[in-house]
C-alpha cells in the first residue's frame, strides 16, 4: 500500500493525533510500501509530523474549492503513485473529490469521519457524500453514521472503527504530586479535571455548574481542573467568576504535558454532550484514572457504565456531581473501574488493534 494521509486542518485535536497514531502504526507494523501526510503548511500536524521524522508534504491553499491546488493534488498522487487516499477533513474531502472530478484523478478515496453532525446541509455536500470516487466512510462510532444517513444514500459504505491511543505515550499510572505543586493546591487536596478544547460541545457550562454544587456541598476536600483553550475560555472563565468559585477552578491553559498531568486526577470529569468517542477517556483508561462522563454521543461506546466508568445525564449537573461523590468516596469501586477500563482499552482501541482494523478496510479499496 501507498498511502496518502490526507487533512486541511490546522488545528490539533483527537483526529489530528490519530493521524500521527495510524501513521506510527503503518510504519511499525509493515502495512504500508510508502506514505505521506498532506497538511497545510505551518499547522501543528505539519509540526509534530515533521519533529518525528516522518514524510509530510505541506501545501498552501485560499480555499477548499481552489481548482489549483486540485489539480496539483491529483499530480502529486501521481508522482507518489499513490494506491489509497485517506481523507481526514470536510475540506481535504472537497478538494479531493474535484480532484477526483475535475481532473480525472484515479486514486480511490476512503473518508475518515469523526464529528457528529448533520451535512446534508446543502446540495454541494451531499453530493460530495455521494460521491462514486468515495469507497468508504470509517466513521469512528455508530452515532456519527447516524448523523451521515440523512445525506449518503448508499449505507453499506459506512462503517465503524473506534477511536484509538498510545499506551507507550501514556505510561505514568501514578500521581507524583506535580499539579498540587505547581498550582500550591494542598497535600490532602483531590483533584478532579477535564480536558478538552474550549467549544460548545463540550458543555463547561455544566462542568462549572457540578463543581458548584460538590462545593456547595462540601463533601469533597478538591480542586477542580480544566485544561486546554478554546474560543469559549473566556466565557468559561467568566461564568466561573459569576458563580464565585474562582479558588475552586483552575484553568491551567493548553498543556504539551498531558501524559504528565493527567495521572495527577483523582476524577476524570467529562460532561461533553455530543462527542464522538471522547479520546481523552481512551488516554484516562491508559492512566488509571477513573471516569465520570455524559452519556452522550459514542461515549457510552468507550464508557460500559458501572464496569468501567459512570455515565450521567448529558447536562445534569446534579447527577454528574452524585456520580462524582459515589466514586470519590470508594476507592474499591475506583480500583475497580481503572483495571477494567486499563483492560478494555487494551482490548479495543490501542493503536495495534485500530491500525489493523484501518489496513484491512483500506486494502479492500486500494487500486
Not at 495527577?264 to 468517542?277: A, C, Q, R
Request: charged share 25%; hydrophobic share 40%; proline share 2%.
Amino acid at each position: 500500500m501507498r498511502l496518502i494521509q490526507f487533512t486541511a486542518s490546522n488545528g490539533w485535536r483527537g483526529h489530528e493525533q490519530k493521524i500521527i497514531y495510524l501513521y506510527e502504526a503503518f510504519k511499525a507494523e509493515g502495512y504500508v510500501e510508502d506514505q505521506w501526510i498532506v497538511c497545510p503548511s505551518g499547522s501543528e500536524i505539519e509540526r509534530v509530523a515533521t519533529g518525528k521524522g516522518m514524510q509530510v508534504i505541506p501545501f498552501d491553499y485560499k480555499s477548499e474549492y481552489s481548482l489549483s491546488y486540485a489539480k496539483t493534488f491529483k499530480k502529486l498522487a501521481e508522482e507518489k503513485r499513490a494506491t489509497v487516499i485517506f481523507i481526514h477533513s470536510s475540506k481535504a474531502h472537497t478538494l479531493a473529490v474535484l480532484a477526483h472530478f475535475i481532473f480525472r484523478m484515479k486514486v480511490p478515496l476512503v473518508l475518515c469521519r469523526t464529528l457528529i453532525k448533520r451535512v446534508d446541509t446543502n446540495f454541494f455536500r451531499k453530493w460530495k457524500y455521494n460521491y462514486k470516487g468515495i469507497k468508504k466512510i470509517i466513521c469512528v462510532s455508530q452515532p456519527v453514521v447516524e448523523s451521515l444517513k440523512f445525506a449518503v444514500k448508499d449505507h453499506s459504505r459506512f462503517t465503524v472503527i473506534g477511536s484509538v491511543t498510545d499506551v507507550n505515550k501514556f505510561k505514568k499510572q501514578n500521581a507524583s504530586g506535580l499539579l498540587h505543586r505547581e498550582f500550591n493546591i494542598p497535600k490532602d487536596y483531590k483533584i478532579i479535571g477535564n480536558i478538552a478544547e474550549f467549544t460548545g460541545f463540550k458543555d463547561h457550562y455544566t462542568w462549572v455548574d457540578t463543581v458548584e454544587i460538590l462545593v456547595k456541598e462540601n463533601k469533597v476536600k478538591a480542586k477542580y481542573v480544566l485544561v486546554g483553550k478554546g474560543s469559549l475560555e473566556e466565557d468559561i472563565k467568566n461564568y466561573v467568576e459569576e458563580k464565585g468559585l474562582t479558588e475552586h477552578i483552575i484553568f491551567t491553559g493548553f498543556r504539551r504535558d498531558v501524559p504528565e498531568i493527567l495521572p495527577e486526577f483523582d476524577v476524570f470529569l467529562f460532561t461533553s454532550n455530543n462527542e464522538p468517542t471522547g479520546g481523552v477517556l481512551l488516554e484516562s483508561y491508559a492512566c488509571k484514572v477513573p471516569i465520570v462522563a455524559a452519556d452522550a454521543g459514542g461515549i457510552s461506546e468507550v464508557v460500559v457504565n458501572g464496569k468501567t466508568g459512570l455515565l450521567a445525564e448529558v447536562g445534569n449537573a446534579k447527577d454528574f456531581a452524585e456520580k462524582v461523590i459515589v466514586l470519590i468516596e470508594d476507592s474499591d469501586l475506583q480500583k475497580s473501574f481503572t483495571e477494567h477500563g486499563y483492560q478494555y482499552l487494551l482490548d479495543n482501541f490501542t493503536k495495534k488493534v485500530i491500525s489493523k482494523k484501518m489496513y484491512d478496510e483500506l486494502a479492500k479499496h486500494q487500486i
